[in-house]
């Protein structure tokens, strides 16, 4: 059978091949579910055996000699798109049916009260419930195209914002900057300083660092916006009252692809110099070294501090320039392509509060997921409790990303019919 006479394939885009009718329907989707109970909604069960369908069909046709080379490099590039997402729906399916097994066999140990066998099967199970959880996620990652600039190194900027009777902004953002820092360093990822201004008690007011390594961006995405903290002062006379303070600190963050070519012309921009104050004392000198650049048409500033060179300085700030004024056609991209997920996860505006530390109950709260997360410490330690507050968001908005996914084809659906 040639291949353009082949009713069972057509190359087309992953939207493109599962042409069915979905019973699946926004309301009632449920905001905190996880990669399992999606996994089990009868839409995707039909949409991946669909696709898994597709894959043995084409996987035939590579070894029918009726095709052209042309057709077999279309039908190649095809199959490496569906291979790993059949294979991952066939591993959940067997690993499944280990856990209906596992079932099984702990009923019957339950009534024949062998409690050391039951325990260890329950052990196996909650093993496989785990595996499965994980597979969920890996599949559901290969069904939604990944964002233009997940893999992109990013600028991350820090600011404190304006509170009453206390210095807690300053102090809760320097704490926020080496918590990034930190967690810069357990994720193996290059931290480069570019601009850090102190407090003069001891906190920050502003700071920015470019941050490369393996997918940055993607993981660091959902921090931009106004965190809040909730602490007593450890100093003054709210600390003897035991007075709550409550101050907020923004994050800004810019994803920064490796190729940022913006022409900037050198008549838009005022170039002033000043002396670094730097972090620690290793970046302050006693010449004008430090650069601040203004781009008069859109009133952008940056600054730089990280060299003792002016030259480099300047550079180093150019090169911030252009990416926030790239980050102005990223955002309209992004717009587009995340329109149903930004109202889940927010706009990442820097006036949207998206955090807040509340030290007296020892909680953070993730207020876009509705999500609690005890022992601050742990978090502002940047390893461990950060990275699963991180990956929870992630999985929330991989969760998103595959309702638009099935919303989008039931609406061609729709369209086509």
Not at 147 to 156: I, M
Request: one cysteine or more; charged letters at 30%; proline letters at 2%.
């Amino acid at each position: 059978v040639g291949l353009h006479n082949c009713a069972l394939w057509r190359p087309k885009s992953l939207l493109d091949t599962a042409r069915f009718m979905l019973s699946f329907n926004s309301r009632h989707r449920k905001k905190h579910q996880d990669s399992q109970t999606l996994w089990k909604h009868e839409a995707v069960q039909k949409h991946l055996e669909t696709l898994s369908k597709e894959y043995q069909q084409v996987s035939h046709l590579l070894n029918t000699d009726s095709i052209n080379e042309l057709e077999q490099r279309t039908l190649r590039r095809r199959c490496a798109d569906l291979s790993p997402i059949a294979a991952a729906f066939q591993e959940i399916k067997e690993a499944e049916k280990e856990v209906q097994e596992l079932e099984a066999m702990c009923r019957e140990l339950g009534s024949r009260d062998e409690k050391q066998l039951l325990e260890l099967a329950l052990e196996e199970k909650e093993t496989l419930d785990k595996k499965i959880n994980t597979l969920c996620r890996k599949l559901f990652q290969l069904l939604v195209p990944k964002e233009k600039y997940d893999r992109s190194p990013v600028v991350l900027e820090v600011t404190a914002g304006r509170t009453t009777g206390g210095d807690i902004c300053q102090q809760f953002t320097k704490e926020m900057f080496e918590m990034y820092q930190n967690y810069a360093d357990y994720k193996g990822w290059t931290f480069d300083i570019v601009n850090y201004t102190p407090a003069e008690i001891g906190g920050l007011h502003h700071a920015a660092a470019h941050i490369s390594g393996g997918d940055v961006y993607r993981h660091l995405k959902y921090e931009g916006g106004t965190h809040r903290v909730q602490r007593i002062p450890e100093v003054g006379l709210s600390s003897r009252m035991q007075r709550i303070h409550t101050g907020t600190m923004s994050v800004i963050v810019l994803p920064q692809p490796e190729e940022v070519d913006v022409k900037v012309d050198p008549k838009d921009l005022r170039i002033d110099t000043f002396r670094a104050k730097g972090a620690g004392g290793q970046h302050v000198n006693k010449t004008d070294s430090a650069v601040r650049i203004v781009h008069l048409p859109t009133g952008l500033t940056v600054e730089c501090q990280q060299e003792r060179s002016q030259q480099l300085n300047k550079e180093i700030a150019l090169q911030t320039l252009r990416a926030k004024l790239y980050q102005q056609i990223i955002e309209k991209q992004l717009s587009q392509e995340q329109s149903a997920r930004k109202l889940q996860l927010g706009t990442r505006a820097q006036s949207e509060r998206i955090r807040t530390y509340n030290f007296t109950q020892d909680r953070v709260t993730d207020h876009r997921i509705s999500y609690d997360a005890r022992n601050i410490k742990e978090i502002l330690n940047g390893k461990e409790g950060l990275d699963k507050l991180i990956n929870r968001l992630l999985e929330f908005a991989e969760i998103e990303a595959v309702t638009e996914y099935l919303e989008n084809l039931k609406a061609l659906e729709g369209g086509g019919s």
